[in-house]
């Protein structure tokens, strides 16, 4: 009886699990479809195409990469490795909805007139230079007003989600087994763990959701996208929040156990990648662990390389190709931090770091 019970129970959950996706697929589908359209081609009218470096673009690879993504989403979920999210857990506010599409395809018309003009430093003004580093001031993927304000951070979670037609989360998700690895045989309540560039908390969120008792820091150098952090972890009052640059953090050494860095590295120039990754060897305790997640590379989907290839072609990514080609074991390696585990989840890859024990 026992048995049946749990078989129900994960029939249920599942049903629950694949109907919510279904759903956030296809609204997030219908949006980048909207999106694409007013964007238009890579090209303008009259322009050479792109000489492209790879091959053609696998199709049924791209579609095999992004079922498979919410399959192990949904195998880690039944395994227990994490717990449903919160947004498949409960249906979404249909104001909360329309607002979100409403701001979307508003915000995907500027967007698109910033693509066409080549308008991508609207964010840059003398005030902001004495504030933030240049690499930081720009509108990414041509966003209005980069990643300043608080009206960004509001619509940041639907561009992504839009970006990856639903497959964010799961995406993201992906992390969350190599944090439970890098916490196994830890006493939680004792651990640290520091988010770095956190944008609006999303990971973190999920990560609290999990393991409420770890101590958590949220760091990110966005007065904006930290506040909306704030707000989205407001029920776990024993968050430390931190308005600094993920180059020099101003925190202690070795204060941390666990740091985790998610979709920051592809923002960043070469030379600063190698800084902030300085920065989290010294942070890290001895046998601290690392976990990155970020974008797939060159080679690790060959069948999928173009879509890496044209992405900042379409989008204003400065770093990304050059991120895409990094040899992150050497830029890791040369902080001490060394690679022991890799998982890919559709278009983004998780690995964990280690820095030797004393």
Not at 73 to 94: C, H
Not at 173 to 200: F, H, N, Q, V
């Amino acid at each position: 009886m026992a048995l049946l019970n749990t078989t129900l129970a994960n029939g249920a959950k599942r049903a629950a699990y694949t109907s919510a996706q279904l759903a956030r697929v296809l609204w997030y589908t219908g949006h980048y479809a909207a999106g694409r359209r007013l964007m238009g081609p890579l090209t303008e009218p009259g322009e050479a195409p792109y000489a492209d470096e790879f091959a053609p673009l696998d199709r049924e690879r791209l579609k095999t990469a992004f079922r498979d993504a919410f399959r192990q989403d949904w195998k880690n979920i039944k395994a227990g490795n994490y717990k449903l999210p919160a947004e498949l857990r409960r249906p979404p506010s249909l104001p909360a909805l329309f607002k979100q599409s409403r701001d979307y395809l508003r915000d995907s018309q500027k967007v698109a007139r910033r693509k066409h003009q080549g308008a991508h430093s609207e964010v840059l003004t003398a005030a902001m230079r004495e504030k933030y580093p240049r690499y930081f001031l720009q509108n990414f993927h041509f966003q209005t007003d980069g990643w300043l304000s608080e009206s960004s951070a509001d619509r940041y979670e639907m561009q992504v989600e839009t970006l990856f037609t639903g497959a964010a989360g799961p995406m993201r998700r992906a992390a969350l087994p190599l944090i439970g690895e890098a916490l196994a045989d830890r006493d939680i309540a004792r651990t640290s763990l520091l988010d770095l560039g956190c944008g609006t908390g999303r990971l973190l969120q999920s990560v609290k959701e999990n393991w409420p008792q770890l101590n958590a820091t949220a760091l990110d150098l966005s007065p904006a996208y930290l506040g909306k952090a704030r707000n989205a972890l407001g029920r776990w009052k024993d968050i430390n929040y931190v308005e600094a640059n993920a180059e020099a953090t101003g925190l202690p050494d070795a204060s941390f156990d666990v740091i985790t860095v998610i979709y920051l590295f592809h923002e960043l120039p070469p030379k600063v990648r190698r800084v902030v990754a300085r920065e989290i060897s010294r942070l890290l305790k001895p046998g601290g662990v690392l976990v990155q997640l970020d974008t797939i590379q060159y080679g690790d989907e060959p069948g999928l390389d173009i879509l890496l290839e044209n992405f900042p072609r379409g989008f204003h990514e400065p770093y990304y190709d050059s991120y895409c080609r990094a040899d992150l074991d050497k830029i890791f390696g040369e902080a001490e931090l060394h690679r022991s585990a890799q998982t890919i989840s559709f278009l983004s890859k998780a690995t964990i770091f280690n820095k030797l024990p004393v």
